[in-house]
């Protein structure tokens, strides 16, 4: 929304701060991650809706530098629309800007709290808020709001003290309640009808786990 | 005797259908029951058949057979979509008979039906079908078969030939037969024994050609010089056309014919008694 | 009684009527999964709009599991209405011919005859599910393939393949149960009925009340857990997440004790009635 890119921009100019450059901590993240050029990895996927009851899944997730992450499952799957970009790739597709919060804790670490503001209209989010370990140089948090799909609040769980990726990613959103079709000819006695119109979002969560992880670097 | 009902009473609600009814059957007996419609025939038959449960009195069947009574019932029940053949395996199978193909053609055969037929029984002829309904009740060898209202709806060749295949089952085979009928031509000169219900009670039993004498209000006479007969002409009398209708006095039957024939020299070619159905179904003076 | 059960299951194959049972219950059946499949992508779109938001899918949820699990939901009505008419037939048919009084003027006597017509009933009921059953796999899986199932019970449930086939058949099973009632029901109103127009009437109306009586809330436990019309939809319990087995079987005892009630009524008065 320009709105709130304006507000952002009186409040770089009143502040003094440069907004023009990417914040070097976050640069520094970046080149680490740009050093992989692919990964392969079993990831489990386990849905905690309320009015989802869905079986532990598992996919294979790969990725190579330059190209989109392909999901290959035998069964349905539900894959969040954020979550498995743990390149962030996504939010430097188009121009952006950086705002730098200052140190914040989360998880016992001590974070930079860096804005990502696009500078088009054309990215699909409007702002990103990243919480970056500097120390170790890993996102520990990520919240985007993107423009048709809600806001996406994922936290990022590392095993190692020098592992890149994650080994869990916590993704939360919001959803609203099911549309149930009146015709599906299921039993609908408990159905609540005119909650079904205008029902109130609720918060859901899916937790990704990557296992048997296959790293592919620049040498 | 094979079978015997003692005081058989039947009531529907308010209505008495039977009261004390009381009749048997005999081996190689072939006994009838006549009476006109709605007098208890088949309610009687019903009962002797265990399809009704009787209100008072007692049945006694004397017979070892595993099926001591076959029978058929006003009409013969028959399952139209399936063939003769198929209707006798069915009927057969769920007494415990296991029969083969030749019994089955040779039952058809001995009441007259073709065994190469394959048809459904809903095509065959009224005729046909008592045939078929008889093979049926003469399944697993009863001792008495009881047949109600046999001859209706056939020609007179088929009753013709359902009275000499009831001779032959009482005559030949010792079956006791108890056949009901509205029609006393059908029953007359085939019944040993005559049973006569009216209103649900037995008002005349006995020898058959007994108790149709005894209710008989002429005679037809046929012979060869009947219009010029002294005697005759003393008597009640309608002649007619090669045969004269007698109404006699208190005189037997028998004397006059003998008056006729000996004194007057009239050649009787034959002598029907005329039965009077009014008077055969009222009660019998006590 | 097994001459007299074979000679029923005889003349029940014997009849064109039934045959015509048969091809209705596979027009219907086909009716069903056509109708599945094309509506079965809008109904997945209304049920799932929600999540596309956050969600991408992979995998097709429109599989042989849906189109089988729409195609039990018959259950609720159809497949109980072309029974009850066919059972009762068997009995009905028998009185309007005069057939029953023939067979008792052979040796065989009444509760024989009765419980040979319920078993036989038992068994056409038996047989003509399988023949659903067995088509509708065999059908779904050839031209839909196997996939996750997605029902909508007190939330979206999903099953995967093999746990949803599990389900699928149990579902089966249960449903059979109520199915065999029904027919038992059906065969019990000719008995007391006797004429088949007046039977599929007052039959068709016991459906019906049925289905209205499961929906109603009664305000007793004992009675919404184990009155007969709440008995009929068992087979929706096993696509809870958690399957209530304990109250499953509870609830298909009692059915099936219903269903033994309803034949012993109609044996009782079989057995006294006059065959007039």
Redesign the interface.
């Known amino acids: 929304m320009s709105w709130k890119k304006c507000i952002w921009g009186i409040l770089l100019l009143g502040g003094g701060l440069c907004a023009q450059e990417v914040d070097p901590d976050l640069l520094r993240w970046k080149e680490r991650m740009d050093s992989i050029t692919g990964f392969q990895a079993r990831v489990r996927m386990e849905v905690d809706i309320s009015f989802v009851n869905m079986p532990v899944k598992y996919a294979r997730v790969s990725y190579r530098k330059g190209e989109a992450i392909r999901i290959a499952s035998e069964d349905f799957v539900m894959i969040p629309k954020r979550g498995l970009d743990l390149t962030l790739n996504e939010l430097y597709e188009y121009p952006f800007m950086t705002l730098n919060l200052g140190k914040v804790r989360f998880a016992d670490r001590e974070c930079e709290m860096i804005k990502v503001i696009p500078t088009t209209d054309k990215s699909d989010y409007s702002i990103a808020t990243l919480w970056l370990d500097t120390s170790a140089l890993r996102i520990l948090r990520s919240q985007i709001s993107t423009k048709k799909n809600g806001v996406f609040d994922i936290v990022y769980r590392y095993t190692g003290r020098q592992q890149e990726l994650p080994s869990e990613i916590n993704v939360e959103f919001a959803v609203s309640g099911v549309k149930i079709p009146l015709r599906f000819l299921g039993k609908d006695t408990q159905v609540d009808r005119e909650g079904m119109k205008g029902s109130t979002e609720e918060k859901g969560a899916i937790i990704l786990q990557l296992e048997d992880v296959q790293l592919s670097r620049i040498q | 005797m094979i079978l015997s009902a003692r005081q058989v009473s039947k009531s529907y609600g308010a209505r008495q259908v039977l009261k004390e009814v009381s009749l048997t059957c005999s081996e190689g007996e072939i006994c009838g029951l006549i009476g006109p419609n709605g007098a208890g025939k088949s309610t009687l038959f019903r009962i002797l058949m265990g399809l009704v449960s009787l209100d008072s009195g007692s049945l006694d069947l004397r017979s070892k057979s595993p099926k001591p009574l076959g029978g058929i019932i006003e009409k013969p029940a028959l399952y139209g979509y399936l063939s003769a053949r198929e209707n006798l395996r069915v009927f057969s199978r769920i007494q415990g008979l296991t029969l083969t193909a030749k019994h089955y053609g040779a039952l058809m055969e001995q009441v007259g039906l073709s065994p190469d037929r394959h048809d459904p029984v809903r095509n065959y002829s009224m005729g046909m079908k008592q045939r078929l309904g008889l093979a049926i009740a003469l399944l697993n060898n009863p001792d008495c078969v009881i047949l109600d209202e046999p001859f209706s709806g056939l020609d007179p060749i088929g009753i013709r030939a359902l009275q000499d295949q009831v001779r032959t089952l009482a005559g030949k085979r010792g079956i006791g037969v108890l056949i009901s009928s509205h029609n006393l031509v059908e029953l007359g000169d085939l019944c040993d024994r005559l049973y006569v219900i009216n209103q649900g009670e037995i008002i005349r039993e006995g020898p058959a050609q007994k108790v149709l004498q005894a209710a008989a209000r002429g005679y037809l006479l046929f012979g060869e010089g009947l219009q010029g007969s002294r005697v005759l002409n003393s008597l009640h009398v309608e002649y007619r056309k090669g045969s004269a209708l007698l109404f006699p006095d208190s005189r037997p039957i028998g004397a006059i014919l003998n008056e006729l024939t000996r004194e007057e020299g009239v050649t009787l070619r034959g002598c029907i008694p005329q039965t009077d159905l009014r008077t055969l179904f009222e009660k019998e003076a006590s | 009684m097994r001459?007299?059960l074979?000679?029923e299951l005889?003349?029940i194959f014997?009849?064109?009527k039934t045959y015509y049972a048969i091809a209705a219950v596979f027009v219907l059946e086909a009716f069903i999964m056509v109708s599945a499949y094309y509506?079965g992508r809008?109904?997945l779109e209304?049920?799932l709009?929600?999540?596309k938001?956050?969600?991408?899918?992979?995998?097709?949820?429109l599989n042989a599991n849906l189109i089988i699990y729409?195609v039990l939901?018959s259950f609720?009505f159809h497949i109980p209405l072309i029974l009850m008419i066919v059972v009762s037939g068997f009995l009905t048919s028998e009185y309007k011919?005069?057939?029953v009084?023939?067979?008792?003027?052979?040796?065989?006597s009444k509760w024989q005859l009765i419980v040979s017509k319920y078993l036989a009933a038992l068994i056409f009921t038996v047989f003509i599910l399988a023949v659903l059953v067995g088509s509708t796999f065999l059908l779904s899986y050839a031209l839909f393939g196997k996939?996750?199932l997605?029902?909508?019970?007190?939330?979206?449930?999903?099953?995967?393949?093999r746990?949803a086939l599990r389900r699928l058949i149990l579902a089966f099973l249960t449903g059979s149960l109520t199915m065999v009632f029904y027919a038992v029901v059906s065969l019990t109103l000719a008995v007391l009925l006797q004429e088949a127009t007046v039977t599929w009437i007052v039959a068709a109306l016991f459906l019906i009340g049925t289905t209205l009586l499961l929906?109603l809330d009664f305000h007793s436990d004992l009675l919404n857990t184990y009155f007969f019309p709440k008995l009929t939809?068992t087979w929706?319990s096993l696509f809870y997440?958690e399957v209530p087995n304990g109250v499953i079987l509870r609830k298909n005892a009692a059915l099936g004790a219903y269903t033994f009630l309803f034949a012993l009524i109609g044996i009782w008065v079989f057995q006294k009635r006059?065959?007039?």
């Open positions: 001459n007299l074979l000679t005889f003349k014997r009849q064109r509506q809008e109904i209304v049920l709009e929600n999540l938001e956050s969600f991408e899918f992979r995998g097709d949820l729409l939901n609720w011919d005069r057939t009084e023939a067979i008792l003027l052979q040796p065989v996939g996750d997605v029902v909508f019970l007190e939330g979206l449930s999903f099953f995967e393949s746990e929906r939809d929706q997440p006059d065959i007039k």
